[in-house]
């Protein structure tokens, strides 16, 4: 059955725990975890931690392609990032921000302060993964993509996709995304595979655009400008990352983030045809006679699992066989959801015996 914890937990040395994902939401469990003196052991089959925060470099511009920056609410997360801004990995941004609608550009402001990672939202993600180095006892595997469990009478073993094996552990986390998450756990607990099948993901598209001189602003816009809320049926939201603390160095570069709607109805679309409909729905932002500057790369990534059709009614999932789930998808979308449900669940274990 999965739970939440309150059983008292022994021996944290003793314990053993396996991450798969390292996200937001896996890095804050494993941190949680690794300063009680737990054994942590975290896999991630990309190149570098951060998921969904994870930041893309071209040969003239670094840029986000998930989220874009975050809002602070929980008291938690706030000492959280005050840490950070004090490590300085997180500044606040955008101060700047505009809405475009068939009316033009006017200023937004819903009084919410944001942040975002410095000098790139992996910033955060990498603070975190290097903060694990400061405990002998937990490590972060990455370039590992972990395709079976297996349960022993000595616990839990984990195979992946080059057939090595992991292991033996008493619990294994997963904070992938839930279509990911269920292919794993589906043949070992059958609530937790039910839970995954009740949190639908939306899909989205980003595109980025490198343009060679600065855009020009729209009559009464700051040239500053830092970030754009759309109204059209394909386009949401304009990052200008050369405007974000530690890039001011790099050329006009865009992140042109879709709409969720947009994004499902063509998510099987190829990245060269997303990218120049995403550009062209930017275009129609501006005023007809924006004279543009030449376009020197043109791309989009596909997050086939952006965020949970709908908030979560718990932060973490848990079953007596040992297994857990977290992230964004069982509390909110939020970037503060996913570090909440990751700490939370963290916690939670350490109340646990084996």
């Keep these: 059955m999965a739970e939440p914890a309150n059983e008292t937990f022994s021996s944290a040395a003793a314990q053993r725990v396996a991450i798969i994902g390292a996200g937001l939401s896996g890095l804050a469990c494993a941190h949680r975890l690794a300063q009680q003196g737990v054994n942590v052991q975290l896999f991630d089959k990309a190149r570098g931690p951060g998921g969904r925060m994870s930041s893309k470099q071209r040969p003239s511009a670094t840029l986000d392609l998930g989220a874009q920056a975050f809002t602070v609410r929980d008291a938690r997360f706030a000492s959280k990032v005050a840490e950070w801004q004090a490590a300085g990995c997180v500044a606040m941004w955008p101060v700047h921000s505009y809405q475009a609608s068939a009316s033009g550009w006017q200023t937004h402001d819903d009084g919410q302060v944001r942040y975002c990672g410095a000098p790139r939202m992996s910033a955060i993600t990498r603070h975190l993964a290097d903060g694990l180095n400061a405990f002998p006892h937990a490590a972060l595997l990455l370039e590992t993509t972990i395709t079976a469990l297996e349960s022993t009478p000595q616990g839990w073993q984990l195979r992946d996709a080059n057939d090595h094996q992991y292991g033996t552990f008493d619990r294994v986390v997963i904070s992938a995304p839930p279509p990911q998450a269920k292919a794993l756990l589906a043949d070992w607990e059958l609530m937790l595979s039910d839970a995954c099948d009740a949190r639908p993901q939306r899909g989205c598209w980003t595109a980025w655009a490198i343009v060679d001189a600065p855009l020009p602003p729209p009559p009464g816009v700051d040239a500053d400008w830092q970030s754009l809320h759309v109204q059209h049926p394909a386009l949401r939201l304009v990052s200008r990352n050369h405007t974000k603390p530690g890039r001011e160095h790099q050329p006009e570069s865009l992140s042109l983030l879709a709409q969720l709607d947009w ?92």
């Design 263 to 354: 994004s499902d109805a063509h998510i099987e679309e190829t990245p060269e045809a997303a990218a120049q409909q995403l550009w062209e729905a930017f275009i129609t932002t501006l005023p007809p006679d924006t004279a543009l500057p030449p376009l020197v790369e043109l791309g989009a990534h596909r997050w086939r699992y952006a965020q949970p059709a709908s908030a979560g009614s718990q932060s973490f999932l848990y079953s007596k066989c040992g297994l857990a789930l977290c992230g964004d998808s069982f509390r909110g979308s939020r970037v503060e959801d996913a570090w909440l449900s990751g700490d939370e669940l963290g916690e939670a274990l350490l109340g646990r015996s084996v």
